[in-house]
Every structure is written in structure tokens, then in C-alpha cells.
């Protein structure tokens, strides 16, 4: 197998329950059909589906990247939580990534989600160590800091050493090209605290959905979680059409100027 160009890492499967409809055996093969030898899975808030994952990413050949999406409280805005991937590097990020989203469930949970406070990872227990961390592209608490840049000078730098001093050289700041508004302005800023920084970026793609007609089936699964209807012109449109699946060769126009 040549060297890969892109591996996803980012994967909401049909174990995310609100936002993805993604199936664990068929992401697998559209990894394996790509040649991309390794697959993430990082789900809203759980882990529920890891076990099965792994189990078929090893029958395929694939290797299994363990993880999850969460939600980190906003001490200012309790609405609106920032998002952190969080990916396994060995075994012990394993354990400290179950206890912490145990935790969130069973000591912070707000407005039906599992919040993760970040005091948590600093604290003597190091539940941080052995995870590897991704800023969370324009939901992530950086990207909020960099939108405020403008009135708080210095204020993203502070976010980003917060970080670092939780992860070190395990911390990635995160852009993404699929679809959502703000992108390209927060893409631009991002780059620029991480040169300033010398922290390594990576480029990710919100899989919801693995092909691009299944647009609509995830939209309705998004409805029922939340009480709306496909037609209301009023619901809150949290997704893209562009959140399938996309191939190495798709993601690698997607950032050609960015190789």
C-alpha cells in the first residue's frame, strides 16, 4: 500500500444517536475501497461503539483509532459548550477517556450533555496523559478566543498555552473545510497562532454520513433527536451536504494549498 495522503479521524458513527448515521462495517470498507489504512472513531459524548469498531477495522485490515467529540463546559456561556477531539494513543488514554466521559455524564451533565470540565485534566490524576488532542476546529475554545481577538488582544494565546500545558506536544490545532459558515476567516487566524506557536496543524473532516445522497436520511435522524421537522423553517441547520465520507483525493483538493 503506498503512503496514504489523508486518513479520517474524525467519524460521528449511527453510536453518536443524535447527529450521525454513519454504519461502523460500511465506514470500514469505504476506508478500505481508499486505501486509507487507518480509520478514527470519535463519537458525541460516548464510546459506546469502540468495541465493534475495533472488532471490524481489524477484520479489514484497517487500524482502529479510538476517541470521542466532547463537549468542554463554557464557564461563560453555559449554552454554548466548546467541542475537543479527544484520540487514543495507548491504553492508559483509553482508561482516562472512559473516566472522563463517565464523569461528565455523572457530575456535569447540562441541558442533556455530558460536559467535560477542563480543571479535570489538570489535576494531580493526569487524566489528560495518553490522549492526543485536537482543538476542535471553529467549535473548539480557541476558535471562540480567535473570533474575540479583536477585543481581547492576547486572549487566544492564553487559551492555546492553557492547552499546551495540558497536552504538549500531543495538542493539534484543527481546521476544517466542509461547508460551514466563518470557516476560511477562522482557518486564516488558526494558521497563524500556530506558526506563531510552532504547534502542528492537522486537517480533519466531519464525517455525519458516508455518502453525499444521505444528506437528507441524516437531516431526519437530527429532526427526531430534537423535536423538529425536515420542513420548519425555523429548526437550527447544524450540518452540511459536504459531511459524507470524501476519498485521499477529495480531502487533498479540498487543502491543496495547504499540502
Known amino acids: 500500500m503506498s503512503f496514504p495522503s489523508f486518513v479520517h479521524l474524525r467519524?460521528?458513527?449511527?453510536?453518536?444517536?443524535v447527529?450521525?448515521?454513519?454504519?461502523?462495517?460500511?465506514?470500514?470498507?469505504?476506508?478500505?475501497?481508499?486505501?486509507q489504512p487507518a480509520l478514527a472513531i470519535t463519537d458525541l459524548a460516548n464510546t459506546f461503539g469502540a468495541i465493534k469498531f475495533y472488532k471490524a477495522a481489524r477484520s479489514k485490515g484497517v487500524k482502529p483509532i479510538l476517541g470521542a467529540d466532547v463537549w468542554v463546559t463554557n464557564e461563560t456561556d453555559?449554552?454554548?459548550?466548546?467541542?475537543?477531539?479527544?484520540?487514543?494513543?495507548?491504553?492508559?488514554?483509553?482508561?482516562n477517556l472512559c473516566e472522563l466521559i463517565s464523569r461528565a455524564w455523572l457530575k456535569n451533565s447540562t441541558r442533556d450533555r455530558g460536559e467535560i470540565r477542563l480543571e479535570w485534566l489538570q489535576e494531580s490524576s493526569r487524566l489528560g496523559e495518553g490522549l492526543i488532542a485536537l482543538s476542535g476546529a471553529i467549535y473548539g475554545e480557541l476558535a471562540d478566543a480567535l473570533q474575540k481577538s479583536?477585543?481581547?488582544?492576547?486572549?487566544?494565546?492564553?487559551?492555546?498555552a492553557k492547552y499546551l500545558a495540558i497536552f504538549g506536544d500531543r495538542f493539534y490545532v484543527e481546521i476544517q473545510r466542509a461547508g460551514f459558515p466563518g470557516e476560511e476567516g477562522y482557518l486564516r487566524q488558526a494558521l497563524a497562532i500556530a506558526i506563531k506557536h510552532d504547534v502542528p496543524v492537522v486537517a480533519t473532516h466531519p464525517i455525519q454520513f458516508l455518502e453525499p445522497e444521505d444528506f437528507r436520511s441524516h437531516e431526519a435522524r437530527v429532526c427526531i433527536a430534537e423535536g423538529e421537522t425536515l420542513a420548519s423553517a425555523k429548526r437550527s441547520r447544524r450540518f452540511t451536504e459536504q459531511q459524507y465520507f470524501c476519498s485521499q483525493e477529495e480531502m487533498q483538493e479540498k487543502f491543496s494549498d495547504l499540502p
Open 78 to 95: 453555559q449554552d454554548k459548550p466548546y467541542r475537543l477531539l479527544l484520540l487514543v494513543q495507548n491504553s492508559q488514554g483509553y482508561r
Open 150 to 160: 479583536v477585543r481581547q488582544p492576547g486572549h487566544a494565546d492564553e487559551i492555546l
Open 11 to 17: 467519524l460521528h458513527s449511527e453510536y453518536s444517536i
Open 19 to 35: 447527529d450521525g448515521i454513519a454504519r461502523l462495517d460500511a465506514a470500514v470498507d469505504k476506508a478500505v475501497a481508499n486505501g
